[in-house]
Nanobody, 120 residues
Framework: QVQVVESGGGLVQTGGSLRLSCAAS????????MGWYRQAPGKERELVVA???????NYADSVRGRFTLSRDRAKNTVYLQMNALKREDTAVYYCTPYIAPTCTEVRWDWGQGTQVTVSS
């Protein structure tokens, strides 16, 4: 099993910054990539950014240039630095581990997420 715990959300004004953290535990050797998703009220969950074990990142167009994902593999933690926040960034942010295909018995569940609210 892999568990993730998100933290760092909060209330911020437009243009402000927040830093989210996600700590993974359990069968972390089976994690091939980590990602952040978000879900706004009334909308589907969407990918914000993902990072592979070799450091390659994939950002959603809506956050590219404003958000930066970094990873501390020794701590099994990823950080999402969010700058120049907009009201449309308001959502619950969820951390996601991508499990390597070879780890067929490893499971994970969505965490509680962390609420980010951007006010004008």
């Amino acid at each position: 099993q892999v568990q993730v715990v998100e933290s760092g959300g909060g209330l911020v004004q437009t243009g402000g910054s927040l830093r989210l953290s996600c700590a993974a535990s359990g069968d972390t050797g089976c994690i091939s990539a980590m990602g952040w998703y978000r879900q706004a009220p009334g909308k589907e969950r969407e990918l914000v950014v993902a990072i592979t074990n070799d450091g390659s990142t994939n950002y959603a167009d809506s956050v590219r240039g404003r958000f930066t994902l970094s990873r501390d593999r020794a701590k099994n933690t990823v950080y999402l630095q969010m700058n120049a926040l907009k009201r449309e960034d308001t959502a619950v942010y969820y951390c996601t581990p991508y499990i390597a295909p070879t780890c067929t018995e490893v499971r994970w569940d969505w965490g509680q997420g962390t609420q980010v609210t951007v006010s004008s």
